[in-house]
């Protein structure tokens, strides 16, 4: 029989939401929500064919048992630790620096699973790195993000805004200008970033003030994955190149 996929950062997020909000104490399997979240990561749409091929893929008592990796691993935790691994620690360490944000990661997830939403979009081959790993937040948020910015409708009209307000379109961290450099095959193009992760600015629809322009390479930095880390706003990633500079 097939064992089951390892535990991605996407399940992670919602199995650590979980512990947080138990006061980081594990959940037993006769928990309601311990099995409200095997449900949920059965049908997430990650791991295609896994909850028909593998019978115990995240059953309850898998996701019982990841819990207490997540609460005994905690640097407070008195007692002997679970093994564990290294995407577990990544999600403690998440939670304990930042989280309200992760909370809100962990909750944007579910309404985007909850709507059916995250069901229609396709997988995205920016959504995981060179290494396959993701944002700390997991792959199907960026999924999400990266839909929405590459909706040719909204794009449009970000570009005619900057253009009514006399803005030149050039690229907001590093002031790359396309027309500049490829003349008339350049001129009018650019790309556009949320400028807030969607679990931060809010499940609604995009305004146009929700995005930055990017040339194409700080675009893929803004999205580059970082162990243990979430991906970056434009204004972070402007202060990793001053950071660098000589």
């Given at each position: 029989?097939?064992?089951?996929?390892?535990?991605?950062?996407?399940?992670?997020?919602?199995?650590?939401?979980?512990?947080?909000?138990?006061?980081?104490?594990?959940?037993?399997?006769?928990?309601?929500?311990?099995?409200?979240l095997?449900?949920?990561?059965?049908?997430l749409?990650?791991?295609?064919?896994?909850?028909?091929?593998?019978?115990?893929?995240?059953?309850?008592?898998?996701?019982?048992?990841?819990?207490?990796?997540?609460?005994?691993?905690?640097?407070?935790?008195v007692?002997?630790?679970?093994?564990?691994?290294?995407?577990?620690?990544?999600?403690?360490?998440?939670?304990?620096?930042?989280?309200?944000?992760?909370?809100?990661?962990?909750a944007?997830?579910?309404?985007?699973?909850g709507?059916?939403?995250?069901?229609?979009?396709?997988?995205d081959?920016?959504?995981?790195?060179?290494?396959?790993?993701?944002?700390?937040?997991?792959?199907?948020?960026?999924?999400?993000?990266?839909?929405?910015?590459?909706?040719?409708?909204?794009?449009?009209?970000?570009?005619?805004?900057?253009t009514?307000?006399?803005?030149?379109?050039?690229?907001?961290?590093c002031?790359?200008?396309?027309?500049?450099?490829?003349?008339?095959l350049?001129t009018?193009?650019?790309e556009?970033?949320?400028?807030?992760?969607?679990?931060?600015?809010?499940?609604?629809?995009?305004?146009?003030?929700?995005l930055?322009?990017?040339?194409?390479?700080?675009?893929r930095?803004?999205?580059r994955?970082?162990?243990?880390?979430?991906?970056?706003?434009?204004?972070?990633?402007?202060?990793?190149?001053?950071?660098?500079?000589?």
């Amino acid at each position: 029989m097939p064992r089951s996929p390892a535990w991605t950062h996407d399940e992670l997020l919602l199995a650590c939401a979980l512990v947080v909000e138990n006061g980081w104490n594990e959940l037993r399997e006769g928990d309601l929500r311990v099995a409200d979240l095997s449900d949920l990561l059965r049908s997430l749409p990650i791991h295609e064919g896994a909850a028909r091929a593998i019978p115990k893929f995240r059953s309850i008592g898998s996701v019982s048992r990841k819990t207490s990796d997540l609460a005994s691993n905690h640097p407070a935790y008195v007692g002997t630790p679970t093994k564990g691994g290294r995407l577990d620690r990544e999600m403690i360490s998440a939670f304990i620096a930042r989280p309200t944000e992760m909370l809100l990661a962990a909750a944007a997830l579910r309404q985007g699973i909850g709507t059916g939403e995250l069901y229609s979009i396709p997988q995205d081959p920016d959504e995981l790195d060179d290494e396959g790993s993701s944002a700390v937040e997991g792959r199907l948020l960026t999924r999400w993000a990266l839909h929405r910015e590459r909706n040719r409708g909204l794009r449009a009209r970000k570009i005619a805004q900057a253009t009514k307000l006399g803005q030149p379109l050039q690229c907001e961290v590093c002031y790359f200008d396309f027309g500049s450099i490829y003349g008339d095959l350049g001129t009018g193009y650019i790309e556009v970033h949320h400028r807030l992760p969607l679990h931060l600015s809010g499940r609604r629809e995009t305004r146009l003030d929700d995005l930055a322009l990017l040339c194409a390479n700080c675009h893929r930095m803004c999205h580059r994955s970082r162990a243990g880390e979430s991906w970056r706003t434009p204004s972070a990633l402007r202060a990793e190149i001053v950071k660098s500079a000589p």
